[in-house]
């Protein structure tokens, strides 16, 4: 699922993946910005990418998840080591789907604090 992505440019790893609650960890290292700390768009891409997936989850076979809306809260820095996000299911219906997006540092400090919402559709024809 990863290869040419950015999940692959940004080194994001999966390692818990339900509808319900997704966790991922990416390093600080090749994820920063000029000033050496985490880049606040990484931290972004990462809650991005647990909600989507989520959501694509509870979409199921036959539908897309796409995102609608993404707000971010950078409560600190990261200058090293690993950040770990933790999405948590708020809302899931027909056509939205909600995750709380939690993400803190290797001493379990909240670096960032973001919600994504996802519209479910029906695929297209032949996708």
Same mark, same amino acid.
Request: charged share 15%; glycine share 12%.
């Given at each position: ?47 991005? %990418? $647990?909600? *989507? ?8 076979? !036959? &539908? ?5 809306? =993404? ?9 090293t080591g690993t950040v ?10 027909? %056509? $939205?789907? *909600? ?8 001493? !379990? &400090? ?5 919600? =994504? ?11």
């Amino acid at each position: 699922m990863a290869a040419g992505t950015l999940l692959e440019r940004m080194h994001i790893e999966l390692t818990e993946v339900s509808p319900e609650r997704l966790v991922a960890t990416m390093p600080v290292a090749g994820n920063t910005q000029p000033y050496g700390l985490l880049h606040g768009g990484a931290s972004v891409v990462l809650a991005e %990418t $647990l909600g *989507s997936i989520g959501a694509q989850l509870h979409a199921g076979v !036959g &539908r897309v998840a796409v995102g609608l809306d =993404i707000n971010a809260t950078h409560h600190r820095a990261a200058r090293t080591g690993t950040v770990t996000g933790t999405a948590t299911l708020l809302s899931a219906g027909r %056509t $939205l789907v *909600s995750y709380d997006v939690v993400i803190t540092d290797a001493d !379990g &400090r909240r670096i960032c604090t973001s919600r =994504i919402t996802c519209l479910l559709r029906d695929a297209a024809p032949g996708a």
